[in-house]
C-alpha cells in the first residue's frame, strides 16, 4: 500500500463521481462551490445526489475508553506506515454503526483529531482478484461517495474521500478537515453520508450515519520568532496528524512570495525523518493559506504538514506516524531550528 498518490486517487474518485452520478438522466444535481477565507484561497467541494434512494438512519454514541487498539495497525498501513504509538491508540475508536440494504454499508471505526477525523466504512460488495489497497483504477459494477461533517456553525470544512480493497471487499476512508483549527471535534455530533449506486440493479441508497464523538485530543503551540533568511517563523502548532507552521513576511506589491520548503525533522532520540512531498498522505490538512497579518503590516503564510504519514527516513518508501512531542528540531530552507 506504499508509493501511491493518494492526493491523485481523490481527485479521480471525486472526478469519476461527479462524471457518472447522473443515473439514467434521472435528476441528478451537482454542486460545487468556492469560498475565499480571511488567509487565502480555501475551498469547500460539495456533491450533492438527488435520486430515489433508501435512507437509513442510525444513532450511536462513541467512546475511547478500554479500546484495544487493532494489532494489525492496518489503518496505518494504509498510509503507507507500519508503526504504532500510544498517541493513536487513544484516539482510534470503534463505532459498528450498521445501515443495510443493496450495499450494506458499516462505519467501523473513526481516527479523531482536534479539527479532522478520518472514518472507515466497510461495505459487503466483493471485488474480485483485487489486491489490497488503495484503488487507483475505476472498480466495476458500483459507484460510491462519502461525505460528512459535524453540527458546527459557520465552520468550513472540506470532505475528501477514497477507497480501498481490504479483505477482498470494497471499503471507504472519509476524511473531514475544517480550516479553522480551533475548531475542536472531541465532543461534537457528527453526520456522515454515504452514497452508493450498484449498476447492476440501478439502486441508489443513501446511507445516513449520526453519532457523537467522546474523546480526549492533544494539542501544542510553540511560539519561536526565529528568522530564516528573510521570513520569520512565528510558531508552530501540533495536533494528533498535522502541524502548522506560521510565517510573516514583508508585504510585496508584485505578491511574489518566498520559497519555503520543510526539509526535515529531528526527534530527540536523534531520527531523521525527510518529508515526502510527493506523496501527500494526509488527504486534506484544513488550514493554511496566504493572507494579511491582523495590523496590516506584512503577510502570513500558513503551511501544513501530515504526522500520519507524510514523513519517512532518508532512502524509504515507508512513512510513519509522527508524535508530535517527540520533534526537537525542524529544518526550514536547509536550516534546522530547534523548537524543544
Keep these: 500500500m506504499t508509493g501511491f498518490d493518494l492526493n491523485k486517487a481523490l481527485t479521480d474518485v471525486d472526478e469519476r463521481f461527479i462524471e457518472e452520478a447522473d443515473i439514467a438522466n434521472a435528476g441528478t444535481h451537482i454542486k460545487k462551490e468556492t469560498r475565499i477565507a480571511k ?75 482536534k479539527s479532522c477525523i478520518f472514518c472507515e466504512f466497510s461495505t459487503d460488495y466483493e471485488l474480485e482478484n483485487c489486491p489490497e489497497g488503495w484503488l487507483n483504477q475505476y472498480f466495476p459494477g458500483v459507484m460510491v461517495n462519502a461525505t460528512g461533517e459535524a453540527f458546527v456553525t459557520n465552520e468550513a470544512a472540506e470532505k475528501r474521500s477514497v477507497c480501498f480493497c481490504r479483505d477482498g471487499k470494497l471499503w471507504i476512508l472519509l476524511q473531514i478537515a475544517y480550516y479553522n483549527s480551533d475548531v475542536d471535534l472531541s465532543d461534537k455530533k457528527m453526520h456522515a453520508t454515504v452514497t452508493t449506486r450498484r449498476l447492476s440493479t440501478k439502486t441508489v441508497e443513501e446511507h445516513v450515519f449520526e453519532w457523537t464523538n467522546d474523546y480526549k485530543t492533544t494539542s501544542e503551540t510553540i511560539t519561536l520568532n526565529k528568522q530564516i533568511e528573510d521570513i520569520t517563523l512565528r510558531s508552530i502548532t501540533f495536533s494528533l496528524t498535522k502541524m502548522e507552521i506560521t510565517f510573516e513576511f514583508p508585504i510585496i506589491p508584485s505578491w511574489e ?25 494526509v488527504m486534506r490538512s484544513g488550514g493554511g493559506g496566504i493572507g494579511v497579518n491582523e495590523d496590516g503590516t506584512a503577510c502570513e503564510w500558513e503551511m501544513t504538514c501530515g504526522l500520519l504519514g507524510e514523513f519517512a527516513e532518508e532512502g524509504s518508501n515507508e512513512a510513519t506516524f509522527v508524535s508530535f512531542q517527540k520533534i526537537a528540531t525542524i529544518c526550514i530552507n536547509g536550516i534546522e531550528v530547534d523548537i524543544r
Design 39 to 113: 488567509k487565502g484561497g480555501k475551498r469547500v467541494f460539495r456533491v450533492a445526489l438527488i435520486a430515489a434512494c433508501l435512507v437509513t438512519l442510525l444513532a450511536g454514541t462513541v467512546a475511547a475508553a478500554n479500546w484495544v487498539f487493532n494489532k494489525d495497525n492496518r489503518f496505518l498501513n494504509l498510509f503507507g506506515s507500519s508503526n504504532t504509538t500510544e498517541e493513536l491508540e487513544n484516539a482510534y475508536i470503534p463505532i459498528g454503526i450498521v445501515s443495510k440494504g443493496d450495499v450494506t454499508v458499516t462505519l467501523e471505526n473513526i481516527v479523531g483529531d
Design 257 to 281: 512570495y518566498p520559497q519555503i520548503k520543510v526539509d526535515y525533522i529531528i526527534l530527540d532520540d536523534g531520527t531523521y525523518l525527510f518529508r515526502k512531498t510527493e506523496s501527500g498522505i
